[in-house]
């Protein structure tokens, strides 16, 4: 098992929940069991689920390329909706 410390994208998935850490330290008060919890959770999820990856096998090629599909499916429509949110 490789040591998830030493990849560079768990790197900045931990500086990345820091950073969230850091900013959701100024939100109202009124938030903090709301938008303050789930940022938090959400940012420091994505290194511990980098952490859990480390440790298990290896997907089929076939199961990695349907998640893989999904998961880019996924990052299109948040992407598209981000979008219309801004304009």
């Given amino acids: 098992m490789q040591d ?9 998935a931990h500086r990345l929940a820091l950073n969230v850490y850091g900013l959701t330290s100024d939100f109202p008060d009124d938030e903090r069991y709301g938008l303050i919890s789930q940022m938090r959770r959400s940012s420091a999820s994505i290194g511990a689920n980098i ?10 090629e076939k199961p990695h390329r349907a998640a893989t599909h999904h998961t880019q499916e996924v990052k299109r429509m948040l992407s598209g909706l981000l979008e219309k949110l801004r304009a």
């Fill in 51 to 60: 952490a859990e990856g480390c440790g298990l096998t290896m997907l089929s």
């Fill in 4 to 12: 998830f410390r030493k990849l560079s994208v768990w790197k900045k």
